[in-house]
């Protein structure tokens, strides 16, 4: 055994735990091994030790399991980058579908202004025809009547209003002011200009809120004057430059948006236009309004802001403003041309489009997949901690049950030797006991042929044909016991053709069958490997018990039959007998329970016992389906490999 271990130890794969560490027998001094060997005696067959040497390099081969390994740490490592990557891909995501809102929120902003303005160029162009319709001029009520046609505040929200600006020749000035002055006898032209044209504002509505422009000559000021003479010699709409409008007391930026008129509706080249150009329709506007009419903010979350050439028309840029983000998360910057001007329109989102597009998925995913990862990895350290745990109390209980296992192998030989010697018991027993039950037969059955033909009483004779009548079952009682303990005594295991094995257990029974009462139908039994005699006794108890309890003038039906159930061969055999109650299914096996009396049905009670005893010794089960009057049916199996 030294010898053993020492090859063993020699090659240093060798680990041992003595229950408080585990020692590496390449790194400690030969005295440990045999010190071990010592404490730790092994048998002293090869086959012993080598089974030895076998346990011990896997105990080492699973202490050196249960730690942590690199294939663990690959694991954890995957698992995090793999949490990693479905992070950045979901925050991805995430911003590509908020910045592709902030998108079409900030497309619909210029959208919107450019379908409002051209609705209010539609109102303009709708005057100049207007205007043509009546021979190219209309007075005050007549402007006034189709302003109010118009429903500029319910139908074009953010118009100031709509007007007429007249072109006035030098030569037509006073032709012009007693025109306007039939009616408005303070009309007058204002402020005094040297830029040589004069285009006063004739009449606008609503005139209320627009009193100050009356009579106003958009040639004073250059932007008025520039966007005026670019519609008069292009024949299109046009707007200004950032104005501040004379009627505006807030005194905010805004515009004028023009559509010309002519005396001639032929005014196909530049010199036509000049010459024909009868003056304007316009409408002014406060561009905050124009905004608040146009882009309501309860119903966007970007802000907005819209420059002319530096100079801003409107901007909501401001930490007073509602919903004001001083880092915006996204910001556009569109550059339109708008009739004759060119717009910078900046979009940024605002606070109601961050906490309206606020996501916490990508957040989740990453401080849940890191969750996960240190589960994953404090259940890999648990496990580890667990398994040495598992390893050291194996050991400590392994030599508490090698000990147990040393007492129960005792006891089970003293078992085995006492239930040998009860079965040697009992068959003696049954054995001798035959000869004085003989003894007690004969006699009996003497004294009553001795007893015959005198006048000795009747109760006498009924005596003496007790005694024999106990005698005899006591003899079948004993012949019963007999059978019962010679059952798995030394049986020898054989193939079993069933079908040959019924005939002959039927041929057995030819005296007690009666031919005109009994119908006996045998199925395709299979030949299996079984104990012959054995089978023989359970078939032969079986069909016994069928004959024994038919019904009194009922032919009896007998059916035996097979059926393969995989690993085992499922035998049924089945009567249309008196039945069993049901109550009583579960004790029909137990060795001596009987159901009904000797005088109704006589027998010794031990033959379901001996079937149960044969079914068992062949690894199977047994039972039975019965109710009272109905017949019974008792199933049993036979493994198809019987395990010695």
Known sequence: ?????????????????????????????????????????MSNTDTHETDQVAILTEQHALQKAGGLHWFHWLVVSLSLLLTLGVWQYSRVQVQEKIENRFSREADQVITLISERLQKYEDA?????????????????QQWQVFATELHLPVKYKGINGIGVIHNVPGEKLNTYLQQQRQMRPNYRIHPQHNNGYLLPISYIEPEIDNLAA???????????????????????????????????????????????????????????????????????????????????????QVGISISDNGEYLYDENK???????????????????????????????????????????????????????????????????ANRRALMFAERMSESYQHKAQELQKSVSRLETSNEELAQFAFAASHD??????????????????????EQSERVLLSVKFISEA??????????????????????????????????VIADLDAAIDAQLTNISVGSLPTISGYETELHMLFLNLISNALKFKKADTQLQLNIACVDKGKDWCFTVSDNGIGIETEYLDQIFMIFKRLHS???????????????????????????????????????????VIIL
């Open 1 to 41: 055994m030294v010898q053993l271990f020492e090859t063993h130890f020699r090659h240093g794969y060798l680990k041992i735990n003595t229950g408080k560490k585990p020692y590496a027998i390449n790194n400690e001094p030969k005295a440990f091994a045999y010190n071990w060997l010592f404490l730790h005696p």
């Open 124 to 140: 303009l162009w709708s005057g100049v025809a207007t205007i043509s319709s009546h021979n190219g001029d209309m007075n005050k």
């Open 214 to 300: 009356v009579g106003l000559d958009v040639a004073h000021e250059t932007n008025r004057l520039t966007a005026a003479l670019k519609a008069r010699d292009t024949g299109e709409a046009q707007i200004t430059g950032p104005i501040i409008l004379v009627q505006d007391a807030e005194k905010t930026p805004g515009f004028l948006f023009y559509a010309p008129f002519y005396d001639n509706l032929k005014t196909d080249s530049l010199e036509e236009r000049r010459n024909q150009f009868a003056g304007m329709v316009y409408a002014p506007f406060v561009v905050h309004k124009l905004m608040r009419g146009t882009l309501e903010k309860n119903r966007r």
């Open 319 to 385: 930490k007073n403003e509602i919903d004001f983000d001083p880092n915006p998360q996204f910001k556009k910057t569109y550059a339109i041309d708008v009739y004759g001007r060119q717009w910078n329109i900046n979009v940024w989102s605002t606070n109601a489009f961050r906490k309206e597009t606020q996501n916490a998925q990508p957040m989740l995913i990453l401080i849940g997949g890191i969750l996960i990862d240190t589960m994953l990895l404090s259940l890999f350290l648990l496990l580890s901690r």
């Open 433 to 454: 006991l035959q000869e004085p039950l003989r003894t007690l037969s004969n006699f009996s059955e003497l004294l009553e042929e001795e007893l015959a033909g005198t």
């Open 471 to 504: 005698a005899e079952r006591m003899r079948n009682l004993v012949f019963g016991l007999m059978s019962y303990s010679r059952i798995g005594r030394a049986p020898t295991l054989t193939q079993v053709n069933c079908n040959t094995l019924v005939t002959h």
């Open 598 to 640: 000797q005088d109704t049905y006589p027998g010794s009670g031990i033959g379901l016992a001996n079937c149960k005893k044969v079914v068992n010794l062949h690894g199977g089960k047994i039972w039975v389906d019965s109710s009272l009057n109905k017949g019974s049916t008792f199933c049993f199996t036979i493994p198809k």
